[in-house]
């Protein structure tokens, strides 16, 4: 127990409701749902499946599978036990794989039977046990000789501070990191989410975030805390996130990306859905994508947020109170118990208000540290324990945060810091752009230039000519694009878009053609 008397872990959350609530509906995924009640008997009997194959404290568990009924359940009983989940990306290769399963140092990965030939190629069994398939007959049976007493007595055990899950970074860089997240910051993620949101026992929260990303389990707990109903998807897919959001009556969506939101407001069927039942809508952007997506359904007040896999989802969330300009232009203020710093990433010092610099983190959702890896850690945390997230913003006069993009996503063009997010932005206006990346790719004159991926709205046409011009006399010539290209699908890691892919598409496109240097921009 927490010292207000509150649990301190999510397995006692979901014990507390079970008992308080066994009949009200607690989960929902497409064809499957389950009452607080159910969902407990089902975790508890994943437990002592876990039990019987020696599963203890402290154990890393991979889950290779995508969201469902009985992964959740899966987790849930890995965490009873006291032991680390592991979620691995459902999409990911084997050498992925491979790498996972060893850098955790997994115990027991367990899988979808469909994994079966990645797992083998990744050579998984050499480095730990492997099950295939939840209801694999040994592990069933394993479980059948454990008493659900002795499953009590472990949940019995566990504390705030025990390490209860490491999810690991989207690796758009680099090899992903492991972050390790106690219990006590998993459940003040939902409480402090469910209160911002002003969650309630009529709320129904669906997202379509996969069942490896911070922001699946942030919503079930923040779906324990409020209580309300939380909605997940397997993989998204836009009609079925489109028939869930009807059907399920949903009232509280966070897709998070416009590269989830906008397939969905563009849906044929989007126009005569009914949506009637949807009162807040949480997404993650620049100003211009965020006005767009909100100007597509007015009526549904949508607020940014701020976060990342360190800070077990939200850092910040806007209150749906504030202005359209409030909630298209910044994340609102930090969560209760949340401290935000904006610092010169330079000299360390603390930036003015509505001056740009890196966002630091501080609090009770903090990550505690990188699995196996110390010099991250201490690269990342300092002796106050300050994150230094990597993310570059500035807080208003109120305290409201901005996010104005990745400090590694400066582009150096000439001598001249460009922010690639402010290119995105100004692309957005452009009546036929719905989604835009801008990355930097060498040059033989300035070293860096802009250079811009667009996907088209749909039924629209534009150039590159066209784009590029769009741009010239309305943002300082450095910051013109030079190239723009023309894409229907993104490379992505689970649900971040890979930018250094597109870099190396645009250089080894370039190189082939022997172009070292771009063509001169003249400002208008």
Known sequence: M?????????????????RELPDREAVV?????????EFDALAVEMAKRLLGAGVGRDDRVGLLMPASLDAFALQMGVMILGAVAVPVNARFKAREVSYLVRHAGMTLLVAEPAYADVLAEAKAAEACRVVLGIDDEAFVAGGGDVAAAAVE??????????????????GTTANPKGCVHRHSAIVAEGRFAAERLRLTEADRFWTPLPFFHCGSIA?????????????????????????????????????????????VLNH?????????ALRTIINAGVPNSLVQMQERMPHVPQVSCFGSTETCAFACIGDIDDTFEKRTTTSGIPLPGVEIRVIDPETGLDAAAGEPGELLMRGPTRFMRYH?????????????GWFR????????????????????????????????????????????????????????????????????????????????????????????????RFVDEWPMSGTKI?????????????????????PRITSR
Not at 244 to 254: D, I, M, N, P, S
Request: with cysteine; hydrophobic share 40%; charged share 25%.
């Open 372 to 384: 196996d890896d110390p010099d991250a850690t201490g690269g990342a945390i300092d002796a106050d």
């Open 153 to 170: 007595t472990e949940r019995a055990l566990l504390q705030g501070d025990d390490d209860g899950l490491m999810l690991y970074t989207s």
């Open 29 to 37: 995924f497409p064809g499957e749902r389950a009452t607080f009640s």
């Open 219 to 263: 919503i079930f707990s923040a779906g324990l805390a409020a209580p309300c109903v939380s909605i997940q998807q397997p993989f998204f897919d836009p009609t079925e996130a489109l028939d869930l959001l009807e059907h399920e009556r949903c009232t509280v969506a966070f897709p998070a990306f416009e590269t989830i939101w906008m397939p």
């Open 498 to 518: 890979q930018k250094f892919k597109l870099r190396e598409r645009l250089c080894a496109e370039l190189d082939a053609a022997g172009i070292s240097e771009a």
């Open 389 to 484: 997230t990597g993310d570059l913003g500035r807080r208003d006069e109120d305290g409201r945060v901005s996010f104005v993009g990745r400090l590694k996503d400066m582009l150096k063009v000439g001598g001249e810091n460009v922010a690639a997010a402010e290119v995105e932005s100004y692309l957005l206006t452009h009546p036929a752009t719905d989604i835009v990346q801008v990355v930097g790719v060498p040059d033989a004159r300035y070293i860096e230039v802009p250079a811009a991926y667009v996907q088209l709205a749909p039924g629209t046409t534009a150039t590159e000519q066209e784009l590029i011009d769009f741009c010239r006399g309305q943002i300082a010539t450095y910051k013109v694009p030079r190239y723009v």
């Open 2 to 18: 927490a010292a207000d008397g509150a649990p301190a872990t999510l397995p006692a959350l979901v014990a507390l409701r079970a």
């Open 268 to 276: 044929p069927r989007f126009p005569s859905a009914d949506l009637s």
